[in-house]
């Protein structure tokens, strides 16, 4: 790349003689972002410099990841833990790589981490998989409507041969039908193995609908009729699920929790009670939790998932009891999606980011490693749940954010 050619094109664009989205036409990868970030110099006055400095391929990510790149943006990466879990796919003790601008986030998922591995460990648990896409068709009425759930009812062998000839990797799991006046909606969903599969449903439903369309009365009005549903709060994707739900938790002695927490088994249960479940009700949230998302974001971050679906996985409900001698703390989240192969987990500090945690690529047998990512993400957001928690009970909260100074 020369500074000439990226300024020339920088030109061009602000004459109007080529786009934005065109210049990988005239330059190569690399050369375009550096015209971008000319072009945006001038025109605004700020520096990029720093925006310019980045590791990864700019070849690779404008393939895939990103129009009109313009250079990288960097998050501050730290690691958590180490915290000890015990799933069907995950069975060690894992530094919890996290992304994240929010200061004292990691110490306080450390101090959870601490006091779970103290406790012997976090079991973890994948309870269903399935990644959804729903589209919605249009029907003259509801007799229409209904002849067309009865046909997916009996062809479900069609729908699925049709979706799964799209993929070597998906499996249809089942079609679910609504009726909505002269609307029909239909949610597949689909075991996708490690990838989070998003795409991969997206296509695979695409030529299901055809069949539908070819066989019944139905007309597609749109690939996503918003019943998936994808990064928005929905209560569907908290009763049925969307990508895997999980479920980790942990028994603690009363003494590691007096020694770690500088509280008690019931000072936490009853903050809990009624801070995540009692106020959670009464604000109408979809989430009965403490700050789940916190723990989702930041590893999503550095593990290269698709941020917007932190949404869904916030989507989690916590429980702690005192028992006589320990506390018992649960957590569920309903729909994470994760995957380890495709989409960012393949630019390089976030595949780093999988290979600390030993889950980068495809998993021997098939969705072991996207399984494994997810038990232990639902480890970590336990352990940050404890910590807050912990923190409101002993009135720690605001002292830890002034002794770290942020």
Known sequence: MSDHDADALAERVRDGDLRLYELEEHADAETAAAARRRLLERETGAALDVTGDYAFDPEAAADSAIE???GGTQIPFGVAGPVAVDGDAASEAYYLPMATTEGALLASVNRGCSAITAAGGANARVTKRGMTRAPVFRVADVTEGAEVARWVDEHFADLKAAAESTTDHGTLQEVTHYVVGDNVYLRFSYD???AMGMNMATIATGEACDVVEANTPAELV????????DKKPAAINAVEGRGRTVTADVHIPRDVVEERFKTTPEAIAEVNTRKNLVGSAKAGSLGFNAHAANVVAAVFLATGQDAAQVVEGSNCIT???ARDDELYASVNLASLEVGTVG??????TQAEALDVLGVRGGGDPAGSNADELAEVIAAGALAGELSLLAALASRHLSSAHEDLGR
């Open 68 to 70: 009109n790149l313009v």
């Open 343 to 348: 989409g960012g987990t393949k630019l390089p």
């Open 222 to 229: 749109a690939l996503s009729g918003n019943l998936c549903a």
């Open 319 to 321: 429980t702690v009891e």
């Open 192 to 194: 996708t193995a490690d």
